[in-house]
């Protein structure tokens, strides 16, 4: 685990959404302030869009840094990866909301998708 992921638990830790706490970890990566990273990480938090918003958040990071079809190949692979983890990336399967069976915690989530974006991105 590298600095950005701990960066991002620690983020979680302390009041962070899951997508903010993702989003201000990587905003240096992605030319964005922290507090322009907490305003983009807003509609992403609580599952709110329906997919995991640390994931979300990894995602908008990576459509901050790459374009085209090399943004498109790096979000490919995080979900892939994070599937492979998680065995979902939809946030109400991940908290078992409907099965009463958590696949994984929201901190657990911020921790997976912050060290395969620290991958991705070569961090």
């Known amino acids: 685990m590298g600095n950005k992921s701990e960066q991002a638990i620690y983020n979680h830790k302390n009041g962070h959404t899951c997508s903010g ?5 990587f905003a ?46 790096k979000i490919d692979e ?11 990336v939809i946030c109400r399967e991940l908290k078992g909301l409907d099965t009463g069976k958590v696949l994984r915690n929201c901190r657990g989530c911020v921790s997976d998708a912050a060290v395969i974006l620290e991958d991705l991105i070569g961090n």
């Open 21 to 25: 706490a993702i989003m201000c970890a």
């Open 78 to 88: 995080l979900e892939a990866r994070f599937m492979r983890m998680n065995s979902s």
């Open 28 to 73: 240096d990566e992605a030319n964005m302030t922290s507090e322009q990273a907490r305003k983009d990480s807003m509609p992403y938090a609580g599952g709110k869009m329906g997919k995991c918003g640390a994931v979300l958040a990894a995602e908008h990071i990576l459509r901050m840094m790459f374009s085209g079809k090399e943004a498109s190949e």
